[in-house]
Every structure is written in structure tokens, then in C-alpha cells.
Nanobody, 124 residues
């Protein structure tokens, strides 16, 4: 059974940093590209960023480019989302997702597995 478990969310002030983690189990982690998505209240889920299976390439939404960084440790079956210079508009539930590909995917419908999400709240 595949499980993706996010952690590291919380409430911080604007300008602060948070690091989210997503621990995967039940799959060959190194065969999966990993993505991060978020959903704010009343809004559709949106793509945040993705990292290829080997970790060599990343791609980000324009809204987070330069502030957020995705990394992964295939030995620990974990992907990370380092979020710096946080803004109130980054407030959302953040989800990690996995897709079996050597490339990457930016559409949520392409992903095979999802975590339960972790809340991130940024106050001004």
C-alpha cells in the first residue's frame, strides 16, 4: 500500500521560512517524480513544483520561483519543500504527490498517489 505522509506545516509570519517533508512508503521511490501542490480555501488545487525521480531537475510555478526549493533524498524515501520569504498568499493546504515517470508532470491529473496534506498558514 502506497503512503505519502506530509509534515512540517504550521503557522508563521510573513517573511519566515518553513520546510515541508513528504515521506513515501510502499513504492520504489527512486522511480517516481514527486510534485508539490497546494489548495487555498475556495480555490482550485494548484501546482507548486516538481522534481524528477533522480533529483536532477526541478520545475516551479512562477508564483514560487526563487522562493521555494524542492529536493529529495532517495535513500530516505523523502521529498522536501523548502519555503522561504513566505507571503500570506502562500496560505494553503500543501500536498505531495507521486507519478511514475523519468520526466515530470505539472498537472494533478497525471499523478498516481497523493498525501493527506499539511496546513500552512502565513499571517501578515
Amino acid at each position: 500500500q502506497v503512503q505519502l505522509v506530509e509534515s512540517g506545516g504550521g503557522s508563521v509570519q510573513a517573511g519566515a521560512s518553513l520546510r515541508l517533508s513528504c515521506a513515501a512508503s510502499g513504492l520504489t521511490f527512486s522511480s517516481y517524480a514527486m510534485g508539490w501542490f497546494r489548495q487555498a480555501p475556495g480555490k482550485e488545487r494548484e501546482f507548486v513544483g516538481t522534481i524528477t525521480s533522480g533529483g536532477g531537475n526541478t520545475y516551479y510555478a512562477d508564483s514560487v520561483k526563487g522562493r521555494f526549493t524542492i529536493s529529495r533524498d532517495n535513500a530516505k524515501n523523502t521529498v522536501y519543500l523548502q519555503m522561504n520569504s513566505l507571503k500570506p498568499e502562500d496560505t494553503a493546504v500543501y500536498y505531495c504527490a507521486a507519478v511514475k515517470t523519468t520526466g515530470w508532470a505539472t498537472l494533478d491529473l497525471n499523478y498516481d498517489y497523493w498525501g493527506q496534506g499539511t496546513q500552512v498558514t502565513i499571517s501578515s
